[in-house]
C-alpha cells in the first residue's frame, strides 16, 4: 500500500489545518489507518487512528477535543482536522496503514510526511 500525506503549513497559534493522507488500492477499507507526528528531537508518537475494528476513533490526549480523524472509502483518502494549533503541535506528520487486526498505533505501512508549523 502507498499513501501520501499533504495540507501542512504555516499557521498562527489557534488556527487550523486540514491534513489529508491519499492511500492506493481499497485501502481504507482494508486497514486500519492512523496519524503520527515526529517533532525536532523527538520520537514519533501516534495522534490518532481509525479502523473498522473499532467503535470510534482513538486520540492521543494531547490533541483531543482539538483534532478529528475522518475517512472516505470512496476516495480512499484519510483526513486530520486540526483546530486550535497549538505551537507544540509543531511536527512532522505521516499517515500509517495497519493490517487488518493489528493496532492502528503501529503501522505496518508508512507515506511521507507533511511539515505543520505552528507560530506562536
Known amino acids: 500500500v502507498q499513501l501520501q500525506a499533504s495540507g501542512g503549513g504555516l499557521v498562527q497559534a489557534g488556527g487550523s489545518l486540514r491534513l489529508s493522507c491519499a492511500a492506493s488500492?481499497?485501502?481504507?477499507?482494508?486497514?486500519?489507518m492512523g496519524w503520527f507526528r515526529q517533532a525536532t528531537g523527538k520520537e514519533r508518537e501516534f495522534v490518532a487512528g481509525i479502523s473498522r475494528t473499532i467503535s470510534s476513533p482513538l486520540y492521543a490526549e494531547s490533541v483531543r477535543g482539538r483534532f478529528t480523524i475522518s475517512g472516505e472509502s470512496a476516495k480512499n483518502a484519510v483526513f486530520l482536522q486540526m483546530n486550535s494549533l497549538k505551537p507544540e503541535d509543531t511536527a512532522v506528520y505521516y499517515c500509517?496503514?495497519?493490517?487488518?487486526?493489528?493496532?492502528?498505533?503501529?503501522?505496518?505501512?508508512w507515506g511521507s510526511g507533511t511539515l505543520v508549523t505552528v507560530s506562536s
Open positions: 488500492g481499497r485501502t481504507f477499507s482494508r486497514y486500519g
Open positions: 500509517g496503514a495497519s493490517n487488518a487486526g493489528e493496532p492502528v498505533t503501529r503501522p505496518n505501512y
